[in-house]
């Protein structure tokens, strides 16, 4: 039997690895090597690859229960949406399975509110110049890169990106339903947007009658130093979605809603098969378990302020907060692959931007050999 890749479809690009197994923050590969996880399978594996809580959830399901549709309630199911809601202080809680889908259902969401309150059609959707929000056809048409779009024309009508960031307040009018904002673009380049823009989009919200949508799929569940990015800035979200560390690799997205909006997603509304399983949310459980645990957003903040100095040694530009870090380099991809070959995994995300985002449960000794490792190929 192959195992090569020749039946997988080329989306992915050549990929010249093959992991094997993981342990803590170290990935081993199909040759025996050891590498450094800085990737953490793009902001997802927080708590770093067979931790024990997680092992543990995942064997507790599979003997219990791992799935049963949403014909019927699951516990792991309603204690996730309850410590959501808490943690988040909106109200109701959809579940799915990835962070394209949680836009997706914000943005069916927000319209339908509309269409069913006080008369006013609004369809707009405003999104940010650099922001990611997926690749299904309703998030990508809120992803403004030639790069993601070209080819899938044509997209969703009536969602507006303007050029910069200052521009975003006045595409926002009474004919929008929803502005979605990143407080950090990840795969824009590690790129904080700036505190002001981000306030005077939500006040410009606020007169006129738009939502506010974070999307905190790769910013969410600690990875900022605090459970939500959001928490640091004075954001008061409608609504928000989350998705990639929230069960640490095991599929699972959320979209979380002020009450009254939640409202418009009456039954039959929308759906989804696989959404919040008990496998899923009993994973998401586990990990809240650690994540919110006494010390834990402490060490991010600690171990992060670190990283954010030592790269400095490493590039130009260090942009981030929490352990989610940027750097410049001559040439991204180059850097990424000669750091591969001294062991630390990164990823590039642009031509000259490398991303930071290793398990939350790092250590100092880590940054320390990969600084160590890094400092002679930059
Ligand atoms: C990764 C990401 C998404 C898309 O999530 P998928 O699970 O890949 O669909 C959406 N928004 C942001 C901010 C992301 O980083």
Redesign the pocket.
């Known amino acids: 039997m192959g195992i090569d890749a020749t039946y997988v479809m080329g989306n992915y690009g050549q990929r010249s690895l093959r992991m094997e197994r993981g342990k803590g923050v170290y990935l081993f590969d199909s040759e025996g090597r050891r590498y450094l996880d800085f990737t953490a399978g ?2 997802v594996c927080s708590l770093g690859h067979a931790h024990p809580a997680v092992t543990d959830a995942v064997a507790r399901q599979a003997e219990t229960l791992i799935h049963c549709s949403n014909l019927y309630e699951n516990v792991e199911q309603n204690q996730l949406a309850t410590r959501l809601a808490e943690l988040s202080g909106l109200d109701r809680v959809f579940f799915c ?7 997706e259902a914000a943005m069916k969401l927000v319209r339908k509110y509309f269409a069913e309150s006080a008369g006013v059609n609004r369809t707009e959707i405003v999104s940010l110049p650099g ?6 056809y309703g ?1 990508l048409s809120l992803t403004a890169k030639p790069k993601y779009q070209a080819g899938f024309r044509p997209l969703l009508p009536d969602c507006v990106t303007p050029a910069s960031y200052d521009a975003v307040v006045d595409c926002i009018t009474e004919a929008t339903a929803a502005c979605f904002i ?1 407080v950090i ?3 824009g380049g590690v790129t904080p947007v700036p505190v002001h823009v981000l306030h005077n989009i939500q006040a410009k919200c606020r007169e006129v009658g738009a939502l506010l949508v974070v ?5 969410g569940v600690g990875r900022t130093g605090t459970f939500f990015a959001y928490d640091q800035l004075e954001l008061k979200p409608d609504v928000v ?1 989350m ?2 560390a929230l069960a640490n690799g095991i ?1 699972i ?1 959320a979209l979380l809603a002020r009450g009254e909006v939640a409202q418009a997603f009456t039954p039959g509304s929308h759906g989804s098969t696989f959404g919040g399983n008990p496998l899923a949310a009993g994973v998401a459980n586990a990990v809240l378990n650690v994540v919110t645990s006494p010390g834990f957003l402490e060490h991010v903040k600690e171990i992060g302020m670190y990283l954010g100095q030592q790269l400095s040694l490493l590039g130009d530009d260090v942009r981030g907060r929490g352990l989610m870090w940027g750097i410049t380099v001559p040439d991204a991809s180059a850097f990424v692959a000669a750091a591969t070959r001294k062991g630390i995994l990164l990823t590039a995300v642009g031509e000259q931007r490398v991303r930071f985002v290793p398990p939350l449960i790092i250590e100092r000794a880590n940054v320390d050999e990969m600084v160590a490792c890094l400092s002679t190929i930059s």
């Open positions: 793009i902001a399975n990835s962070g394209t889908e949680a836009n922001g990611f929000h997926g690749r299904t998030a990143e673009q990840g795969e999307d905190e799929v790769q910013t979605t998705a990639k599929p997205g």
